[in-house]
C-alpha cells in the first residue's frame, strides 16, 4: 500500500520562497552594476586626487578615498567585474566538466563509477585553497588560470552532487521503461535523466559561485590574483588592513559590496533548494 | 570494527602516496622549465645550470621523484632555495605555531556549532532560530579576512585591548603570548561554526521528523529525552562528515589569518613559498598539511564509525 | 469505567490560507475496554489521521477540534506535558513501517527499556530483563540475542514485533495500531495477527486498528468502523457488517475484493467507478453519491447523517434498509473470446540469474581468527532465480504468485532482457531473446513491454503524458506527428482516460490514473507480451478491481499475454489462466488456477493460502502451518529451498536433494518430495 501513516496533503504547486526572489533580485542588480560599471561608476578607477587622500565618505567621494586619493566607490564598482568574473566562468568549467563526470558515474555505475570516484576524491583531498595555490605557484599570474584552478578544484564537488541525484533517479523505474523500450544511452541521460537534474545544477552551481567569489578574493587578498593598481576587491582588502586605524572606510567598502554579493548568490541557492525540498524529499 | 579502521588506514596511505605524486607532478611537470619558474627574473644560462645540478633537475623524473619521497619518509624535506635553510625545522615550527590555532579552534567550534544548531532546530521558525539562522548566514557569506579586518579595528584601534600581529616576543608572559591567539582564533571560528550550525541545524530537524522520533513520542517519551537520545544521536553522524569538509575550510582559513594578523604560521609560510616560487618549500609544506588534513579525516571517518551501529555490527542476528 | 475511548465529532482541518483541508470531519465513536475495533478505509479516508489526532501527533498544522476521551478523561484538555505522559503509560501505538521506526542507534533493548524506565521507574537492569521477558512473550526466538542487537540486523517481521513489545511494555489498556502488517509478507503477517489475538485475550488490552484490508480487521476486531473520504459511514459488529454491509460504499469495497477462486475468462470483478476524492471543503450532499449506483437527487442535496440501523450498528445513508446488492459486473456476453491461448510465445529453460553481494575491494576480507591474519577473497553470492523453466502461450495469463525475495520480479526483468541472465535460456517466438540484436532486438521490444507496481517512479515527472505516450511512438512506429496525436487519443481511450489528460502532468493524476497511463505506453507499440510487475499492489482496493478489469479487457481485445506478477493470490487467480508459485528461486508448483487452488498442494502454496485472510469466513487463519520463528528470507542453500520452513519436511531427502517437478495432472506440477496424497 502506497499509504504514508500519517497522511499529510503535499500542497501541489507551492510558491517560491521569499529567499528566491531577494536573492535572485539582489544577484540581478549586482550583475547589472558591474557590467555597466564605466557609467555608474563617478570616477574612473586609477584617477588619483592626491590632495583628497585618506577623507571619509562624503558627497563627492560616497565611500571615501584611498591612500592615493582614489574613489573607493569606484572602485569597488569596478572591482566587482574581476570577481563575478571569477565565480561565473570558474563554476561555469566546474559544472561544465563536473556535470556529464556526475552523469557517466550515476548512469554506468560499476567500475567507470569507482574509479571515477577514486579519482575525484584524490582531488578533494586536497584543500582547496592549496591545490589552486599549487597550481598558481608554477605559472605567473593570470585571472583565467585562477578561474580555471577554482573550477577544477570544485569539479568533485559538483560530480559528486550530480551522481547522487542520478543514482537515485536510476532507481526509477522510468529509467528501467526506457531500457524496456531499447531507448539509446545518449536519450536516457538527455531526455529522462537531465530534465530531472536542472534544479539541483542550479542549487549547486549558486552554491559554487558563492565558493567562487569567496575563493578569487582571498587569493587576491594573498597576492596571487590581479596585480596593482588594478581594482579589485580582495586587493583593495589587503591596501586597507595598512591603512585601517586611519582610513577604515577603506575596507568598508570592498568587505560589504562582497558580502552581499556572496548572501545573494547564497540566499538564491538555498532558497531553491528549500523549494525542492518537500517536493522531491531532500536533496542528495 | 578494526577491520574497517585498517581499510580505512591502508587507503589513506594510498591516497597520500598519490598526492605526492600529483604535487611533484604539478610542479615538474606543469612548467616549462622548473628552474626558470624558481629563479624568476634572475633566471639565466648559468643560473639556470646551476640550480639544475644542486635539485637534481637534470636527472630523469621517477629518479627525482623517489629521491624526494625517499627523503620525506626519512623527515629530510629538503632544502629551501630562497631561505637555503633545510626545510624541516623551519616547517615544523611553524606547523606547530599554526597548531596553537587551528586546535582551539576545532574545539570551540564544534562544541558551539552543534550548540547553536540543536537549539536552532529545537525552536525551528521562533525568533530564536531566526534570529540564528540570519547571524550564521552573514557569517557563512563574509568573507573571514573582513571579519579580521573588522576585529583589528575593534580590538586594537579603538580599543587598544589585543595585539593584531605577531606571536609576540621572546620573554613574554604566558598571557602577553596568548593574547596574541584570541584574534586570530576569534576570526576562525566565526565563519566555520557558521556551517557546522547549519548543517547540524538541518540534520536535527531531519532527524526530528523521522518516524522513529514520532515513535519515541508515540511511546511517551519528554520532549528532552527524544530530542538528546533519539534525534541528536543520529544526527550527529552528517554532522561529523561536514566536520571533516571542514577541515578544508579551516586550512584555506588559517592561510588568510595568518595573513591578516601577520601570524609566523604554517600559512604564511605557504603564502611566502608560493609567491617567491620556493617550489621545493612549496612542496614540502602543501604536502604536509594536506597529509595532516587526509589523517584528520580519517580520524573523523573513525568518528563515524564508532556512531553508527551499522558499520560497528554488520552481520544479521536471525 | 464503561469506555476505555470516545471520540466525539472529532475534526482534524489542514487547510491554512488557501482554504479548508479536511481530513477527519466530524467522526463519533466508542471503544469499550478489552474490545478491537477496526477503522477501515481507504487514502484520504483520514484514518491515520485519527490516530494521530488522539496521540497528538499531527503537528501545528492542524487544527483539531471536538473531544477525545480516554478512560474518562478528555484528551484535548490536557497540558501537552501531561498527555505526553499518558502515552506509553496508558496508550501505545504501533505505526505501518517498521523499517523506519526504530532508532538506528540504539539496540532493541534500550528501545523496550526506554518507556519502562520512563514512566515505570524500573532500574535499567530490571528493565533490560523485562524487556527481554517481553520479547519471549512475542514469540521471538533468542530473545537475549536480539535485545543486544541494532535495528538493521533485524527482518521486518522481528522489527515490528519489537515495536509491538515497547508499545505494551507499561501494560496500557489501549493499543492503537496503524496498518502494522501492511508492509510484511503475508506469512508472517499471519503470525503476527495471532500473536495479537492472543496477546489482546491475555491481557485484555483494547485495540484501535487501522487498516485498508477488510480481511485482516475481520480477523482481529470485534467492531467495525468504515471510513469514507473523512467520514465515518457504517459502523457495527465486525461480523455483521461484513456479512451484510449497509452502506453502499461498504458493499461496493466488499464487492471488488477478488474472492479467492478462478476467475472465468468472461467474468469482471465489480468495481466502483470514479475515484476517491481529493481532501477538500464542503459539499452539499452525500460525499459518495459520484460514485454510488443507488443514488437519487435528494443524495446530491442533502447531507447525510449517522443513523441507527438496529443490533448496534450505525449507516450514513437514508436508503440503507432499502439498497439491494452491489450490482455484479456485466459479463461480456457480446465479446466471445477471440484469442484463446494457443501456442508458445515465450518459454524459459533453466533460467539462472546469481547476484554477487560484495564484490571487488569489498570482497577481500580479513580474518584474525586463525593464527596468522589471513586476507582472502570471497565475493558473497545471492542465487535470485535458480533454474526456472517456464512457458507462456500467446493470449494466455501466467500468475507469478511469491512473498518478497522469492525472485518473481528478477525473473520478470530477465525474461525482457532488462537483467543480464547467468545461465538458461529465453526464447521469445522461437528466437533466444540474449541472441537478439540490431533490428530483431528492436521488434522485440517492441513487441514485449512491462508495466511496473509504483505508478509514482514509473512515469517521468517531468514529461507530460502526452510526450511520454508519444516516445514509443516515435520509437517503433515511424508515422506523422498528426498520426502520432491521434494514436496517443487512441491510446488514453483504451485506459478508459478522457483525452484532456494528454496535457497533466504525472503528479495531477491519481494513483489509478497514473497506472493507466503506464499502461497505455507500455500498449503503444503494440505489444503481443506483458510483464506485469505487481501492477496494483500500490492501488486503493476499490481501483484495483478497476484496473484488473482494464487489464482484462486488453487482453481480449488485443490477445495480449501477461506474465502477472503479485503476492497476492487472490487478485493473480482472478485474471490469470494458470499460475505458477515461486519460493526462493525455484518454482515450487505450477498448474492451472483452479487445480492450484485445490489440493494437493505444495506445502508452501498450502501456507499461502492459509495465510490468507477472508472476510467471509469464521475460521481463523491457520498459523499451524509455519514454523515460528522463521522469517520470510530463510532459504536453504541445499536440496528443496524450503525444508527450513516446510511443516511437511520428511527428513534429510529434504536437506540433500532438490524435488522436481512432478506431475499430478497433464496440467499441473509439484515439486516436492511427498507423495500425493500427503499434499492434501
Request: aromatic share 6%.
Amino acid at each position: 500500500m502506497a499509504d504514508p501513516s500519517i497522511e499529510f496533503p503535499v500542497p501541489r504547486r507551492a510558491r517560491l520562497p521569499w529567499s528566491v526572489t531577494l536573492g535572485a533580485a539582489m544577484l540581478a542588480a549586482i550583475v547589472l552594476a558591474a557590467i555597466f560599471a564605466h557609467w555608474l561608476a563617478p570616477f574612473p578607477a586609477d584617477e588619483m586626487h592626491v590632495r583628497d587622500r585618506l577623507t571619509g565618505p562624503s558627497l563627492t567621494y560616497w565611500a571615501g578615498t584611498d591612500e592615493y586619493g582614489r574613489d573607493v566607490f569606484s572602485r569597488t564598482l569596478l572591482g566587482s567585474r574581476l570577481s563575478l568574473f571569477l565565480g561565473f566562468v570558474a563554476t561555469a568549467i566546474a559544472l561544465g566538466i563536473g556535470v556529464p563526470l556526475g552523469l557517466a558515474a550515476g548512469y554506468c555505475r560499476g567500475l567507470v563509477d569507482e574509479l571515477m570516484m577514486r579519482g575525484l576524491e584524490i582531488v578533494m583531498s586536497f584543500p582547496s585553497l592549496l591545490f589552486v595555490l599549487l597550481i598558481l605557484g608554477v605559472f605567473p599570474p593570470n585571472p583565467f588560470l585562477t578561474a580555471g584552478a577554482i573550477g577544477i578544484v570544485f569539479v568533485p564537488h559538483v560530480a559528486r552532487v550530480v551522481r547522487s541525484v542520478a543514482l537515485d533517479l536510476m532507481s526509477g523505474e522510468f529509467v528501467t521503461a526506457a531500457h524496456a523500450r531499447g531507448e539509446h544511452a545518449y536519450y536516457i541521460l538527455l531526455r529522462e535523466l537531465l530534465p530531472n537534474l536542472w534544479p539541483y545544477i542550479v542549487v549547486e552551481g549558486s552554491l559554487r559561485v558563492a565558493f567562487a567569489i569567496l575563493l578569487g578574493a582571498v587569493l587576491s587578498f594573498l597576492g596571487f590574483g590581479v596585480q596593482p593598481p588594478a581594482a579589485d576587491w580582495g586587493l583593495m582588502l589587503t591596501t586597507a588592513r595598512d591603512f585601517v586605524s586611519d582610513a577604515p572606510w577603506m575596507a568598508i567598502a570592498p568587505g560589504v559590496a562582497m558580502s552581499l554579493t556572496v548572501i545573494s548568490v547564497s540566499l538564491l541557492g538555498d532558497g531553491l533548494r528549500e523549494h525542492l525540498d518537500p517536493a522531491t524529499r531532500g536533496r542528495a | 570494527m578494526a577491520i574497517y579502521f585498517l581499510k580505512r588506514l591502508g587507503y589513506i596511505a594510498a591516497i597520500i602516496v598519490l598526492m605526492s605524486l600529483l604535487v611533484f607532478l604539478v610542479t615538474h611537470v606543469l612548467p616549462a622549465n622548473t628552474a626558470e619558474v624558481i629563479l624568476g627574473e634572475y633566471a639565466t644560462a648559468e643560473t639556470k645550470a646551476a640550480l639544475e645540478q644542486k635539485l637534481g633537475l637534470n636527472l630523469p623524473l621517477p629518479v627525482q621523484y623517489l629521491r624526494w619521497a625517499g627523503g620525506l619518509l626519512h623527515g629530510d624535506f629538503g632544502q629551501s632555495v630562497i631561505l637555503e635553510q633545510p626545510i624541516a625545522p623551519i616547517l615544523w615550527t611553524a606547523l606547530g605555531r599554526s597548531a596553537l590555532i587551528a586546535i582551539p579552534t576545532l574545539l570551540i567550534v564544534t562544541l558551539v556549532g552543534i550548540g547553536i544548531g540543536v537549539v536552532s532546530a529545537v525552536q525551528y521558525r521562533r525568533p530564536l532560530d531566526r534570529l540564528t539562522s540570519l547571524g550564521t548566514y552573514v557569517a557563512v557569506s563574509v568573507p573571514e579576512f573582513f571579519w579580521g579586518l573588522v576585529f583589528i579595528l575593534v580590538f586594537s584601534s579603538y580599543l587598544n585591548w589585543l595585539p593584531t600581529s605577531g606571536n609576540g616576543s621572546p620573554g613574554d608572559s604566558l598571557w602577553a603570548r596568548l593574547a596574541h591567539l584570541v584574534l586570530p582564533v576569534a576570526t576562525l571560528t566565526l565563519g566555520l561554526q557558521a556551517h557546522v550550525s547549519r548543517l547540524m541545524r538541518s540534520s536535527m530537524l531531519e532527524a526530528l521528523r523521522s518516524n522513529y522520533v514520532r515513535a519515541a513520542r508515540a511511546r511517551g517519551m519528554p520532549e528532552r529525552t527524544v530530542i538528546l537520545r533519539h534525534a541528536l544521536r543520529n544526527a550527529m553522524l552528517p554532522t561529523i562528515t561536514v566536520l571533516a569538509q571542514d577541515l578544508g575550510f579551516l586550512v584555506g582559513g588559517i592561510v588568510a589569518v595568518e595573513t591578516i594578523f601577520a601570524y609566523p604560521g604554517i600559512g604564511r609560510l605557504l603564502v611566502y613559498a608560493v609567491s617567491r616560487h620556493d617550489l621545493p618549500l612549496m612542496e614540502a609544506v602543501i604536502l604536509v598539511v594536506t597529509a595532516i588534513y587526509c589523517l584528520a579525516n580519517l580520524a573523523a571517518d573513525l568518528l563515524y564509525g564508532a556512531f553508527n551501529p551499522r558499520i560497528r555490527y554488520g552481520r544479521s542476528v536471525d | 469505567m464503561t469506555t476505555l475511548l470516545e471520540l466525539h465529532g472529532l475534526g482534524v482541518d489542514y487547510g491554512g490560507a488557501a482554504g479548508p483541508l479536511v481530513a477527519v470531519r466530524d467522526v463519533s465513536l466508542s471503544l469499550a475496554p478489552g474490545r478491537a475495533l477496526g477503522l477501515v478505509g481507504e487514502s484520504g479516508s483520514g484514518k491515520s489521521t485519527i490516530a494521530g489526532a488522539i496521540l497528538d501527533l499531527l503537528g501545528s498544522g492542524a487544527a483539531v477540534e471536538g473531544d477525545i476521551l480516554f478512560e474518562g478523561s478528555n484528551l484535548r484538555t490536557l497540558d501537552p506535558r501531561e498527555r505526553r505522559r499518558l502515552l506509553g503509560r496508558r496508550i501505545g501505538a504501533v505505526f505501518q513501517d517498521p523499517f523506519t521506526a526504530l532508532n538506528p542507534a540504539l539496540t532493541i533493548g534500550r528501545h523496550i527499556a526506554e518507556p519502562l524506565i520512563q514512566h515505570l521507574r524500573m532500574f535499567p537492569r530490571a528493565a533490560l530483563e523485562r524487556a527481554i521477558e517481553l520479547l519471549a512473550e512475542m514469540y521471538v526466538p533468542r530473545p537475549r540475542e536480539v535485545a543486544a542487537a541494532y535495528p538493521h540486523q533485524l527482518s521486518g517481521g522481528m522489527r515490528q514485533r519489537a515495536l509491538i513489545a515497547a508499545a505494551i511494555a507499561c501494560e496500557p489498556s489501549l493499543l492503537i495500531l496503524d496498518e502494522p502488517t501492511t508492509a510484511l509478507d503475508v506469512t508472517v503477517e499471519a503470525r503476527i495477527l495471532s500473536m495479537l489475538r492472543e496477546l489482546r485475550h491475555r491481557k485484555s488490552i483494547g485495540l484501535l486498528f487501522i487498516s485498508h484490508n477488510l480481511g485482516v480487521v475481520r480477523a482481529l476486531c470485534d467492531e467495525i468502523a468504515v471510513l469514507y473520504a473523512s467520514e465515518l459511514v457504517e459502523r457495527g459488529p465486525a461480523a455483521a457488517v461484513l456479512r451484510e454491509p449497509r452502506h453502499p460504499y461498504t458493499k461496493g469495497l466488499i464487492a471488488s475484493i477478488p474472492p479467492l477462486a478462478a476467475g472465468r475468462r468472461a467474468a469482471r470483478l465489480p468495481s466502483i467507478p470514479g475515484n476517491l476524492p481529493m481532501l477538500g471543503g464542503r459539499s452539499r450532499g452525500c460525499r459518495f453519491a459520484p460514485r454510488c449506483p443507488f443514488a437519487e437527487g435528494r443524495c446530491a442535496e442533502e447531507m447525510q447523517a449517522l443513523a441507527p440501523a438496529g443490533e448496534g450498528r450505525e449507516v450514513r445513508c437514508w436508503k440503507a434498509p432499502r439498497t439491494a446488492a452491489w450490482p455484479r459486473a456485466s459479463v461480456q456476453a457480446s465479446a466471445p473470446i477471440a484469442f484463446p491461448p494457443r501456442g508458445r510465445l515465450l518459454s524459459t529453460s533453466d533460467l539462472s540469474k546469481t547476484f554477487g553481494t560484495r564484490r571487488g575491494l569489498g570482497a577481500i576480507r580479513l580474518d584474525f581468527s586463525g593464527k596468522s591474519p589471513l586476507v582472502s577473497y570471497r565475493p558473497s553470492l545471492v542465487t535470485a532465480v535458480d533454474g526456472v523453466s517456464l512457458a507462456v502461450a500467446t493470449g494466455e495469463v501466467l500468475g507469478l504468485v511469491g512473498e518478497s525475495g522469492s525472485g518473481k520480479s528478477t525473473f520478470g526483468r530477465l525474461v525482457l532482457r532488462l537483467l543480464q541472465r547467468s545461465s538458461g535460456s529465453v526464447e521469445f517466438e522461437g528466437a533466444e531473446v540474449s541472441d537478439l540484436s540490431g533490428g530483431a532486438l528492436r521488434r522485440f521490444r517492441g513487441q514485449a513491454q512491462i508495466v511496473f507496481q509504483n505508478a509514482d517512479s514509473s512515469l517521468n515527472p517531468r514529461l507530460s503524458v502526452g510526450t511520454a505516450l508519444e516516445r514509443p511512438l516515435v520509437l517503433f512506429e515511424g508515422i506523422g506527428r498528426h498520426d502520432r496525436k491521434r494514436r496517443v487519443l487512441e491510446l488514453l481511450d483504451m485506459v478508459r482516460l478522457p483525452a484532456a489528460y494528454r496535457e497533466r502532468y504525472p503528479h495531477q493524476l491519481s494513483g489509478g490514473e497514473k497506472q493507466r497511463v503506464a499502461i497505455a505506453r507500455a500498449l503503444a507499440s503494440r505489444p503481443k507480451f506483458i510483464v506485469c510487475d505487481e501492477p496494483v499492489s500500490a492501488l486503493d482496493v476499490s481501483v484495483q478491481a478497476a484496473v484488473v478489469n482494464l487489464m482484462a479487457d486488453l487482453r481480449d481485445s488485443f490477445g495480449l499475454a501477461y506474465l502477472f506478477i503479485s503476492h497476492d493470490l487472490a487478485v493473480v487467480a482472478q485474471l490469470s489462466d494458470r499460475i505458477a508459485v515461486m519460493y526462493g528461486g525455484t518454482i515450487c508448483e505450477i498448474g492451472g488456477v483452479a487445480e492450484v487452488l485445490a489440493p494437493p498442494h505444495h506445502p508452501y502454496t498450502r501456507m499461502l493460502l492459509a495465510s490468507a485472510p477472508r472476510i467471509a469466513e469464521e475460521a481463523e487463519a491457520d498459523t499451524s502451518l509455519s514454523a515460528a520463528g522463521r522469517t520470510a528470507v530463510d532459504q536453504a542453500t541445499s536440496g528443496c529451498p524450503f525444508h527450513l520452513r516446510c511443516a511437511f519436511k520428511i527428513g534429510a531427502i529434504c536437506e540433500s536433494e532438490r524435488p522436481p517437478l512432478r506431475p499430478m495432472s497433464p496440467t499441473h506440477s509439484i515439486a516436492c518430495h511427498l507423495d500425493a496424497e500427503r499434499m492434501g
